[in-house]
């Protein structure tokens, strides 16, 4: 008996479950308005750019609004029409290649480097290692000059090699550093043990590290894609071809200070130059998330 | 991030020019007493870049595929990128010795270039006669002329004038002054009584008289020749004082004090469009070629008058030669640059193509090719130009070495005093500081 004075009655019960999700229910409330808040901040960019791309020329600087008076597709159209004679499809083209060249050489190149330095023991491996380490904290800027004067000598200029051939031979540190790495987290009990069933370096690699590398080549390969995608830096002093040009390049053609600027158009290429990133992160980013937890979890 | 790399990669571009310079010594300068006329069976493949828009590819496509026809073994391989990217490419290729075989060029490069040796002197083929420059003013032909070389022959034309928004002027009812007459006492009144007025745009943002001009340190130079002063000295030193720089910001001191010039703010967060393109203010000083684009980021008809002077009528006025042509002095086709330059300068056709969006062409002949319909922008630039050339009275000042970087300084503290945190005097000294270091 003495228990039913201390339990509440089933009408306070009520009320004190009711208070209680009631005050769960204020919380996410809060929570959920601050966070759509910020995904308004976050996106609003996106949208201006997206909604500017329907609205002419002359309405787009200056104007914060996400209602376009007036839409059109006129600047979708002047974008597809392409620039001085090349087509908008030859820009794609140019930066399909680039960035599927990039992808195919980085993982082939790195891969094999990785494994060099990971399972292969050679003299000089940790000074190599090091050495490569090193050129990650190369400004890039700095081989720039170097580069382009042994590129042109070599007769490569307005051709896409300067940009895939130090794809193709890893130079790019980065992407051998994170498959080192990930290399090192594989259990070493795998490859002895195709050791001594017979299995050479060259089987080892192709039947045992490949197979379990999966998590780290989508995660380079998003990389590398994205990267090559947006690069503008390269592709301006090595293409020189109207018909070379890529995406980021051409879009930029469109806003030139000493002429008039057609910002309508270049807002339109600039979310035409977006979708193939947007898709291939959207189809992708599952793995993205999974290469990165599996690379943290690891070891 | 990318804004970040640019930065960092003109730095670079900039140290590569200066690299340059040390191998250019043993480079291949073309000797002029072997300047070869061009051979018509050789087959030659010519790179030719500008910088600009869409817009701009397209005409001077339609222009090359005009000079293959006629010259049938030449092929041109064009190449373009906006401004900024422009002199990175540039300066990349300088390095290398690999420049375009024909470029379009600024004034403001153009010392830089030429005292690297980078560019091709020009005057063989004027003597000779592949470059034709008999409807040239030959004070333009000499702006091109650097150490006693012809670097470069300017494509047109540009002079200042003073753009005013008609609409505007009816909504605030302050009327333009007569622009034979005007001083810049009264520009200033005008600008006053127009914030006045206290209009605002259909946005509801406040319509100003006019930006702050001393703010850009051509203005300053074009007020420099209507003082009697020239800018730069023969031998590339300034020509003027720090009195004068305080001189020239004083002029608008009282307007910015009372907060009568264009915003400062408002102006960074419209960038890249001027507030006068955005239909914010009435009035402001720019050069004549730009009426087209700020009519059309603006959208509304624009007018042109005459810029204000320090004695009334007196405007001490200069071409300024624009879009020059220049060759590569590394190319190994000389003759044929050299025919392609004649070609893009003097062929009739070429100047109607271009119209006046690369300036009002220089070459007469082109001029009058130009079609411009009545009440056109191109017909209201040719206009404008024929109707002041009594009063361009002066040469162009060729810009000094480190050109770029002191008018990128006066930018800059221009902004700051726009702000109120600097002082004319001390804005006086600091761009003297950088000028010193720019120049030596």
């Known amino acids: ?299 | 991030m990318r804004h970040n790399k640019l930065a960092l990669a003109s730095v670079v571009a900039a140290g590569a020019l200066a690299l340059s310079a040390c191998s250019s010594a043993g480079g291949t300068t073309a000797d002029p007493s072997s300047a070869e006329t061009f051979n018509p069976n050789e087959q030659v493949t010519l790179t030719l870049t500008w910088w600009g828009n869409d817009d701009r590819a397209s005409r001077y496509q339609e222009a090359i595929a005009l000079f293959e026809e006629a010259y049938p073994n030449i092929t041109v391989q064009p190449t373009f990128s906006p401004w900024d990217d422009y002199w990175t490419a540039r300066s990349t290729e300088a390095a290398s010795r690999s420049l375009p075989d024909v470029m379009q060029f600024d004034l403001s490069y153009m010392r830089e270039y030429a005292d690297n040796d980078m560019l091709l002197n020009l005057q063989p083929y004027l003597d000779n006669g592949t470059i034709d420059l008999s409807g040239f003013d030959p004070s333009l032909v000499s702006a091109g002329v650097l150490d006693e070389k012809q670097v470069a022959i300017p494509t047109s034309t540009n002079t200042f004038s003073m753009f005013t928004n008609p609409a505007i002027l009816d909504q605030t009812g302050v009327a333009f002054p007569d622009d034979a007459t005007y001083t810049w006492q009264d520009f200033n009144q005008f600008i006053a009584d127009t914030t006045a007025a206290g209009a605002t745009t259909d946005d509801g943002y406040a319509i100003y008289g006019s930006p702050d001009y001393t703010g850009t340190f051509w203005f300053f130079m074009q007020w420099l020749l209507q003082k009697g002063v020239q800018p730069f000295a023969e031998d590339g030193s300034l020509g003027f004082t720090q009195d004068d720089v305080v001189e020239f910001l004083n002029l608008t001191a009282d307007l910015r004090a009372a907060g009568q010039t264009y915003p400062q703010d408002r102006t960074v967060a419209l960038t890249p469009v001027s507030g006068f393109a955005s239909n914010e203010a009435a009035a402001q000083m720019n050069w004549d070629n730009f009426l087209a684009s700020d009519s059309a980021d603006s959208g509304s008809e624009l007018a042109l008058h005459q810029i204000p002077s320090i004695e009334p009528g007196e405007k001490h006025l200069f071409l300024k030669p624009s879009m020059l042509l220049v060759a590569g002095a590394n190319t190994e086709h000389a003759a044929a640059a050299a025919t392609l330059i004649n070609f893009l300068l003097t062929e009739p056709e070429v100047g109607a193509i271009f119209g006046t969006s690369k300036g009002v062409p220089a070459d007469v002949v082109q001029r009058d090719k130009v079609e411009a319909a009545p009440g056109s922008i191109d017909a209201q630039v040719i206009a404008y130009e024929e109707s002041i050339s009594r009063d361009v009275t002066e040469t162009v000042p060729i810009p000094v070495k480190g050109y770029g970087t002191i008018e990128a300084k006066w930018k800059t503290l221009a902004e700051e005093v726009a702000y109120g945190n600097l002082t004319p005097e001390d804005f006086a000294k600091q761009w003297f500081d950088e000028a010193e270091l720019a120049m030596s």
């Open chain 1, 1 to 299: 008996m003495t228990a039913a004075t201390v339990l509440p009655s089933d009408a306070e019960s009520l009320r004190l479950r009711r208070q209680g999700r009631a005050r769960r229910g204020v919380q996410a409330l809060i929570y959920h308005g601050l966070v759509l808040a910020l995904v308004v901040v976050v996106l609003y960019p996106a949208v201006w750019m997206l909604i500017s791309s329907f609205k002419p020329s002359n309405e787009i600087i200056g104007n914060v609004s996400l209602v376009p008076e007036g839409a059109s597709w006129a600047n979708i159209q002047t974008a597809l029409n392409g620039i001085g004679g090349v087509s908008f499809w030859t820009f794609v083209l140019n930066s399909l290649i680039l960035a599927v060249g990039s992808v195919v050489g980085i993982l082939i190149s790195c891969s094999l480097s990785a494994y060099a330095l990971s399972r292969v023991s050679f003299p000089g491996r940790n000074v190599f290692f090091t050495l490569m380490i090193g050129t990650l904290l190369l400004p890039f800027h700095v081989v720039v000059i170097p580069q382009y004067i042994i590129y042109n000598q070599l007769g490569l200029v307005n051709t896409f090699v300067p940009l895939l051939l130090g794809k193709f031979l890893a130079v790019e540190g980065f992407f051998v550093f994170l498959m080192v790495q990930f290399m090192r987290n594989l259990p070493r009990e795998l490859d002895e043990a195709a050791r001594i069933d017979g299995a050479g370096h060259v089987r080892i690699f192709t039947s045992i590290m490949l197979p379990l590398m999966q998590p780290a080549f989508v995660t380079a390969s998003i990389f590398a894609f994205i990267w090559s995608w947006n690069d503008f830096f390269a592709p301006l002093l090595y293409l020189k071809k109207p018909d070379l040009y890529t995406l980021p390049i051409a879009l930029r053609l469109y806003v030139d200070q000493t002429t008039t600027s057609d910002y309508g158009a270049q807002m339109a290429m600039a979310v035409l130059a977006l979708l193939p990133v947007l898709l291939f992160f959207l189809v992708f980013q599952r793995y993205l998330v999974e290469g990165v937890a599996t690379q943290g979890l690891k070891g």
